[in-house]
């Protein structure tokens, strides 16, 4: 173990709750547990205990505690888990005494970083239990539990593990500096070289849709005036977010909300409806809707279906990014749009949405991969780190095709093998680390 220290931390978020949870990790946890809490036996391993805490002036509540003995925790340290009734005073006091008794408040993210350095888990596995935490779809939580279990950390030690068979190779010829690769063996480390090279890209298609189940996809509501952008938002929404009006100009901010569309998280962004206008606040949530026009990952095109098209379309509609949502026609399509490919909508009759879920679905899912059949979505960091891979696979390999020296060759493959060693953590870089960490909260 690394740590000679014992952190304690509400594991609970601050508030009023049927159970608040403290836990303590370290080599001092189970001692001071022995201290505060009166129970009808010592604590045993893997059991839980009823008794009660005290401080000096007496009892402060009835609790459960459980201890888990080192290795077999968390964080792979003795780890005591202490639950009693969640009131915020309550939890303080307990939360005093165990800092009192020596325990040290534990940073953001402070447990899994023992379980990481522990050995308990790799770093992908680590970064899964933050997206676990922060998940808001089915699909979210299922990308980050395969993550959690260790599924993608696997695949990259069977990357790294070819690697290093690969250098090792190389490597024999610089030590016997008089031969040089034989055709046969360069041959057959090209196919290997090729081969990591196919599964970096594998990884690297998953980039984009582990962005969108993190972060969710970025969807701008956008068009002119009174076409319907703010009443599509609260159809999708399932209730009246924004305001409606038959008044052209009524959205002035801009209004987000994230809503799951088939397991997407996606979040809808609603904007002031394009126009000239002399009005100053209308012209600044004009200026921040083209703001957002600029950070969107998907741009709903939102225009009335039963009047004519306009001369001026504001969006290049037949761009990937754009949907063109044709609104309005319960009143009647204008011949304008019958060749059009939008997608018939109207707000007020609920027509459309199935319709316009499944482009959504499409323009996530459709291209490359499917993340359903898929078990890993990288994130930006993995993204980062695979790249750095890639562009040092070509050059190796380029390296062997044509001859060059082994040496070279060499530092190629080590570059790319410690690229790929940094996604699970098999690097000593403590700002890599702290970076991820500090993203969790506290007690985690
Ligand atoms: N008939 C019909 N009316 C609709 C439909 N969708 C919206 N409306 C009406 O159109 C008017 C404008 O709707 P909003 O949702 O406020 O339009 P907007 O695009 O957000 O307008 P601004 O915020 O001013 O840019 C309201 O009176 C709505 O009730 C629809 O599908 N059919
Ligand atoms: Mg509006």
């Known amino acids: 173990m690394i740590y000679n220290d014992t952190i304690a931390a509400i594991s609970t978020p601050i508030g009023e709750g049927a159970l608040g949870v403290i836990r303590l990790s370290g080599p001092q946890a189970l001692e001071i547990l022995k201290v505060t809490f009166h129970g009808a036996a010592a604590p045993q391993p893997r059991r839980v205990h009823y008794g009660e805490v005290h401080d000096q002036s007496g009892k402060l509540d009835s609790v459960l505690v459980t201890y888990f003995q080192a290795p077999k925790s968390y964080t792979g340290e003795d780890v005591v888990e202490v639950s009693f009734h969640g009131g915020i005073l309550l939890t303080q006091r307990i939360f005093q005494l165990f800092l009192q008794m020596g325990a040290r408040a534990a940073g953001p993210g402070e447990f899994t970083q023992r379980a990481f350095l522990n050995g308990k888990m790799d770093l992908t596995q680590a970064e899964g239990v933050l997206d676990l935490i922060k998940a808001q779809t089915d699909l979210a939580l299922r990308a980050a539990n395969e993550q959690l279990s260790g599924r993608l950390g696997q695949s990259l030690i069977e990357l790294r593990e070819k690697l290093l068979t690969i250098l090792a190779h190389v490597e024999a010829y610089i030590d016997f500096p008089d031969d040089e690769i ?49 009443s599509l938002l609260n159809l999708l929404l399932g209730y009246d977010r924004a305001i409606v009006s038959a008044f052209p100009g009524t959205t002035r901010d801009t209004i987000e909300e994230v809503i799951n569309v088939r397991g997407i998280p ?13 009005d100053q606040l209308e ?19 939102v225009v009335d279906g039963s009047q004519p098209a306009p001369d001026q379309q504001f969006a290049d509609v037949g761009s990937a990014k754009t949907l063109l949502v044709l609104n309005k026609i319960d009143l009647g399509l204008h011949p304008d749009w019958t060749n059009s490919p939008g997608i018939r909508f109207s707000c007020t009759e609920q027509m459309g949405k199935e319709e ?50 082994p040496e070279f ?29 500090s993203q969790f909260c506290i007690g985690k």
């Not at 599964?199 to 005036?225: C, D, K, M, N, Y």
């Not at 979040?267 to 206008?277: C, H, K, M, W």
């Not at 960091?381 to 891979?389: I, K, N, S, T, V």
Request: charge should be negative; hydrophobic fraction near 40%; proline fraction near 1%.
């Open 283 to 301: 012209n600044e949530g004009i200026r921040r809707m083209y703001w957002q026009l600029g950070q969107a990952d998907l741009l709903l095109c």
């Open 182 to 230: 034989d055709p046969e063996t360069g041959q057959l480390l090209i196919e290997r070289v090729e081969q990591c090279q196919t599964q970096v890209e594998r990884l690297l298609s998953t980039a984009e849709q582990g962005r969108v189940l993190r972060h969710g996809l970025r969807t701008v509501i956008f068009g002119a005036p009174n076409v319907g952008k703010s």
């Open 409 to 437: 060759i060499s530092i190629e493959l080590r570059t790319a093998l410690d690229a790929v060693g940094e996604v699970v953590g098999k690097v000593d870089a403590e700002e890599v680390l702290g970076k991820i960490f």
């Open 266 to 278: 996606v979040r809808l962004i609603d904007t002031a409806g394009i126009r000239e206008s002399n």
């Open 356 to 405: 316009l879920n499944a482009a959504i679905w499409t323009k996530v899912m459709g291209g490359g991969v499917r993340l359903e059949d898929m078990h890993v979505a990288i994130n930006a960091r993995h993204q980062q780190c695979l790249m750095e891979a890639r562009v040092a696979l070509k050059e190796a390999l380029s390296s062997l095709k044509e001859d060059v020296s």
